[in-house]
């Protein structure tokens, strides 16, 4: 069983930067492909970015591609969302999430464990 928790968020300006952090613990997180996807109240949780177990295979969203870089250190346990030239539309919980089996990277429903989130907000 692996525990997902989410830091980072916060308010920025629009055009600003932040770094999320998920530290996962009570597993070998090497083993996991993780995911950051995002929701807004009332809408359908949305794909963000993905990134393999060993760290080559990454995928993005086409909105976030080319400002959103995900990362992870498995020395660490941590897998990282770089977020830069933030945009109003980015606002949303963003969730961490590990797959453990076979892995289709935008699917939420393949992932296994979920974070509990954390609020990003943007003023314009």
């Known amino acids: 069983q692996v525990q997902l928790v989410e830091s980072g968020g916060g308010l920025v300006q629009a055009g600003g930067s932040l770094r999320l952090s998920c530290a996962a613990s009570g597993g070998t997180f090497s083993t996991y492909a993780m995911a950051w996807f995002r929701q807004v109240p009332g809408k359908n949780r949305e794909f963000v970015a993905a990134?393999?177990?060993?760290?080559?295979?990454?995928y993005y969203a086409d909105s976030v591609k080319g400002r959103f870089t995900i990362s992870r250190d498995n020395a660490k346990n941590t897998v990282y969302l770089q977020m830069n030239s933030l945009k109003p539309e980015d606002t949303a919980i963003y969730y961490c999430?590990?797959?453990?089996?076979?892995?289709?990277?935008?699917?939420?429903?393949?992932?296994?464990?979920w974070g509990q989130g954390t609020q990003v907000s943007l003023s314009s």
């Open positions: 999430a590990a797959n453990s089996g076979p892995w289709y990277p935008t699917d939420s429903f393949k992932y296994d464990y």
């Open positions: 990134i393999g177990r060993n760290g080559v295979s990454i």
